[in-house]
């Protein structure tokens, strides 16, 4: 089935350690997305890439790195220098081009806690 | 600015009510797209609706509708005879045309409690 795949579901992070989020996409979508969401709130974008070896910084990229070395492929590093990283995040993709308002579809997003 | 507005926090109705659900918008661009996700229990964000600001025209899907007022900057969703799987906190989000960024801007949500 086309989707986008998310792992781990449930995180528990130490602190001081960098965590990595895993996203795959096989809908061949060039834009992926990683958002943060945090109770009772909307999302946030953290990063965003339009094309492979490309990303760009969202709203509240302090503490988090990316990679894009595939186009399936957009991991978020959550690093020691997020000071409250305790959220559901949640990873997406959309046809991206120059077609803007493409819609942008989701995963089923991670638990990160911090314990 | 570029804002949603959903100022409905949580809302509770019992099966087979109608209910409204709220989202008013700013932007500066004229052209523009607007989006209703339903976030279920289990976390994923489901697509609903993607309307364009050139297309006021209300939208009906089975017991789905919007209605989408630009003299008011408002893209209003009903459900019409809601049901227990209805329950679900509903997004509604503004995709910006000015910004490159292809990102999304998102309300706040509204919750839906829908009794039995």
């Known amino acids: 089935d086309g989707g986008i795949t998310q792992s781990p579901k449930y995180l528990f992070r130490k602190e001081g350690q960098n965590v990595t989020l895993s996203c795959e996409q096989n809908l061949n979508h060039d834009a992926m997305y990683w958002y943060r969401q945090d109770p009772g709130q909307g999302l946030r974008l953290i990063y965003y890439s339009q094309i492979v070896n490309d990303f760009q910084k969202g709203d509240i990229a302090e503490g988090y790195s990316v990679s894009r070395e595939k186009k399936e492929s957009f991991p978020l590093t959550v690093t020691s220098a997020q000071k409250n990283p305790t959220a559901f995040y949640l990873c997406a993709s959309s046809i991206g081009g120059r077609g803007l308002g493409n819609t942008i579809y989701f995963g089923e997003g991670s638990w990160l806690t911090v314990v | 600015a570029q804002k949603v507005t959903q100022a409905q926090t949580e809302i509770s109705v019992v099966e087979k009510e109608d209910v409204t659900l709220d989202c008013v918008y700013e932007?500066?661009?004229?052209?523009?797209?607007l989006f209703w996700y339903k976030q279920p229990p289990s976390g994923e964000l489901v697509f609903l609706i993607r309307r364009n600001s050139f297309d006021e025209q209300n939208e009906i899907s089975g017991r789905y509708s919007w209605n989408f007022q630009k003299s008011t900057s408002s893209f209003n969703f009903t459900i019409t005879a809601s049901q227990v799987v209805d329950s679900a906190v509903y997004f509604c989000?503004?995709?910006?045309?000015?910004?490159?960024?292809?990102?999304?801007?998102f309300g706040s949500g509204t919750r839906l409690l829908v009794r039995p």
């Open positions: 989000a503004l995709a910006p045309t000015m910004d490159s960024s292809y990102k999304l801007i």
């Open positions: 932007t500066r661009d004229t052209t523009y797209y």
